[in-house]
């Protein structure tokens, strides 16, 4: 069992930046693809941002591509998300999510490929 816990989010003003972590414990790998989904109030479930097992290969959402970095830390068992130059659409709950892919690939939008799931951590744009 992977367990994926996510810190980070808070309140920021319109053009500020916020780091998110994703600690995982439990079953580790090399091999888990890992992204980055947000749910906005009154919406669904959409992808932000993914990075792919083997060879750290990232893929992004068009609006966020430029302004969000996904990264990994092997050592520490954790995967971050910048976020800069945020804006009010950004705001809303930051899930991570991780599944067992070998390889250089990821899905950065299909929340379905995930089987481990954070309890999400809230980011609030507004001045």
């Known amino acids: 069992q992977l367990r994926l816990v996510e810190s980070g989010g808070g309140l920021v003003q319109p053009g500020g930046s916020l780091r998110l972590s994703c600690v995982m414990s439990?079953?580790?790998?090399?091999?888990?693809?890992t992204a980055w989904f947000r749910q906005a109030p009154g919406k669904g479930r959409e992808g932000v941002a993914c990075i792919s097992s083997s060879t750290d290969t990232t893929d992004y959402e068009r609006s966020v591509r430029g302004r969000f970095t996904i990264s990994r830390d092997r050592a520490k068992n954790t995967v971050f998300l910048q976020l800069n130059n945020l804006n009010a659409e950004d705001t809303g709950i930051y899930y991570c999510?991780?599944?067992?892919?070998?390889?250089?690939?990821?899905?950065?939008?299909?929340?379905?490929?995930?089987?481990?799931w954070g309890q999400g951590t809230q980011v609030t744009v507004s001045s």
């Open positions: 999510a991780a599944d067992y892919y070998p390889g250089d690939g990821c899905y950065s939008d299909n929340a379905a490929r995930y089987s481990y």
């Open positions: 439990g079953h580790t790998s090399d091999y888990y693809a």
